[in-house]
Every structure is written in structure tokens, then in C-alpha cells.
């Protein structure tokens, strides 16, 4: 079994670091780092089109890459690698990646980016930052890959999980739930400072406070304790108002019709 790692941390990070050296045990698994050279957080799926990009390999091994976290997975997968990874994980990030958070996060545009070539992915995170607790964190990211790798669900029909772990040690993690995405409150105002050369810099503002929270969320069962595992999809189709707003278009042609005709 062949893991190709990732994250969004940059490939110095504490999180990938442990997140390799304990997937790195698994029996007959072998495990390859392509990561970013810096930090690349709030990347999402961004790829880098208007300029090259470099692999450089650092002294334990680890490849990284001037680009973003989808950049790494990209070219990871159509060339770099010369092979096909039969498992995308990315992380530990340094930080959560719960609700709104997934819509922004490297770290998930990461593991995203295998999915999207067919592969079955996972993203980790930890739900405080600073790195506390991280050897249980990588861990359970460990037994998380077992487990699916013992069920046999890494096959060729790819899947993409959200990941978050409490900060806790092992024996204090309470079993993982299956959960749904949470919601957050809108972000906190725009920091606006004032350049040397007296020019107006902006920082955007922090992540909102969780606004959907209830039971069954991420945000709930991480404040319980649990591992958050939730399913993700790429499809942004809004299915259920698809058939509403095709009616609106058909209406909004009949009027139009109405309006060209003569004597109108």
C-alpha cells in the first residue's frame, strides 16, 4: 500500500512530520511527503498557473514544492511520483478544519485534490493550535488509516473524509463520530493597519464563532471529546432548488418572448 502525504503547514511542520512517522509503521505500507516549501494556509484548491513551479527534496527525505497544497498533490500525481498512490492524507494541520472552514482550507484542498484524480483521501487536523498532544493526534490519524485499510475500504472507489481531533492524550479520546458539517458566524471585521509609507494594509479577521453547533455537528462532538469524521462531496449542485430555478428560466423566456413581439 502506498501513501502519498501532504499538508498545508508547510513540509517543516511539526504535524506532517508525525503524522509520517507514525503512518510510516504500518507493516507493508510505504509512505512519500510532496508539501509545500511555506506555509500555505486558506490555500483551498487553488492551483498555480502563471509561474513554475520547483520540487526540492530536504535531508529526511521529504519532497516540497514553492506552490500550494493542490499544486503538491497535482504534480505528485500527474508525474512527479511515476506511480499511483493508492492513499491521499493530508495534515496534521495546526488548527481546525470544522464547518466553513473546509471551503477554505489547504489542508482539505489537499487531500481534495486526490479525490478529485480518483483517489480515496483523508484530512487531518487538530482542533486547538500549537501542536498540543500531536503524538496522540498521529496516532489516531494511524488507527484511522488501519482501520480502512483492514476493512478494505481503500480500493479504486475514492472517498474523501474530514478529520478533526481533540488535543487530548490517547487514552482520553472518546470514539470517533460520523458527523455532519457544522456552520460558523460570519468572520470578524478586517484588521486595518497603516503601512510605513502610510498606505492602508488589511488583514482579513479571524474565523467566525460556531453558529451550528447542535448535536450530530463537528463542532459537538470535538467539545465532547470524539474524533470528527465527516464525509465530504465535491458537487455544489444545489439539487433542491435546481427544479425551481428552471422553472424561473422558462417563465423569464416566455416573458422576454412576449415583450419582442409586435404590438407589445
Known amino acids: 500500500m502506498k501513501i502519498l502525504i501532504s499538508n498545508d503547514d508547510g513540509y517543516q511542520a511539526p504535524g506532517i512530520v508525525a503524522l509520517h512517522d507514525a503512518l510510516k509503521t504500518l507493516e507493508g505500507v510505504e509512505v512519500e511527503v510532496v508539501a509545500p516549501e511555506h506555509n500555505n494556509s486558506a490555500k483551498s484548491n487553488a492551483l498555480t498557473l502563471h509561474s513554475p513551479l520547483y520540487v526540492h527534496k530536504a535531508a529526511n527525505g521529504f519532497r516540497y514544492v514553492n506552490g500550494t497544497p493542490a499544486d503538491c498533490v497535482h504534480i505528485a500525481l500527474t508525474g512527479l511520483l511515476g506511480y499511483r498512490p493508492d492513499l491521499v492524507v493530508s495534515g496534521i494541520n495546526n488548527g481546525a478544519n470544522m464547518g466553513d472552514d473546509t471551503i477554505y482550507s489547504g489542508t482539505v484542498g489537499a487531500a481534495m485534490e486526490g479525490y478529485l484524480f480518483g483517489i480515496p483521501a483523508i484530512a487531518f487536523s487538530q482542533v486547538d493550535k500549537g501542536w498540543g498532544e500531536l503524538e496522540a493526534a498521529a496516532a489516531k490519524a494511524r488507527e484511522i488509516v ?8 481503500v480500493t479504486e472507489t475514492p472517498w474523501l ?22 456552520r460558523r458566524h460570519a468572520a470578524e471585521r478586517v484588521i486595518v493597519q ?11 479577521g479571524g474565523a467566525g464563532a460556531a ?18 469524521i465527516t464525509p465530504l462531496k465535491v458537487d455544489l449542485t444545489d439539487h433542491d432548488s435546481l427544479g425551481a430555478w428552471a422553472q424561473k428560466a422558462s417563465q423569464w423566456a416566455a416573458g422576454a418572448g412576449a415583450a419582442a413581439a409586435p404590438g407589445m
Not at 472518546?174 to 458539517?181: D, E, G, I, N, V
Not at 509609507?197 to 482579513?204: C, D, K, N, Q, T
Open 211 to 228: 453558529k451550528d453547533d447542535a448535536e450530530g455537528t463537528d463542532f459537538y462532538a470535538t467539545a465532547q471529546g470524539h474524533v470528527s
Open 161 to 182: 473524509l474530514n478529520v478533526n481531533i481533540p488535543n487530548m492524550p490517547l487514552d482520553a479520546l472518546r470514539p470517533a463520530k460520523w458527523c455532519r458539517l457544522g
Open 146 to 153: 488501519a482501520q480502512m485499510r483492514s476493512q478494505q475500504l
Open 194 to 204: 497603516e503601512s510605513p509609507r502610510g498606505e492602508a494594509m488589511y488583514w482579513i
